[in-house]
């Protein structure tokens, strides 16, 4: 059973840091893309950084410059690194991979049971 398990959300004030992190376990052939979603009140889940399996990135706009997102190959790992926070970025964070599991020709998508990141003063 393929399971993405998130960690490191909280309240935290603006200008802060947090870093989440996500980790993969299960029987797991192989991990294409990963990446964070995040969905606040209201509002529709979006995407907020991606990264490919060579290393390649992409970032939502509204966290250019401020978010970081890295992965460990050896340790099926993921992490956000979140600086410079403000009250919009107040949001349940998910975590999200692309995977193809043993014994499967296939790629599949998994998500995270999301954590909670509050930004306020």
């Known amino acids: 059973q393929v399971q993405l398990v998130e960690s490191g959300g909280g309240l935290v004030q603006p200008g802060g840091s947090l870093r989440l992190s996500c980790a993969a376990s299960g029987s797991i052939f192989s991990i294409n893309a990963m990446g964070w979603y995040r969905q606040a009140p209201g509002k529709e889940r979006e995407l907020i950084a991606r990264i490919h399996s060579g290393g390649s990135t992409n970032y939502a706009d509204p966290v250019k410059g401020r978010f970081t997102i890295s992965r460990d190959n050896a340790k099926k790992t993921v992490s956000l690194q979140m600086n410079s926070l403000i009250p919009e970025d107040t949001a349940v964070y998910y975590c999200?991979?692309?995977?193809?599991?043993?014994?499967?020709?296939?790629?599949?998508?998994?998500w995270g049971q999301g954590t909670q990141v509050s930004v306020s003063s």
């Open positions: 999200y991979a692309k995977i193809q599991p043993y014994l499967v020709r296939a790629e599949y998508d998994y």
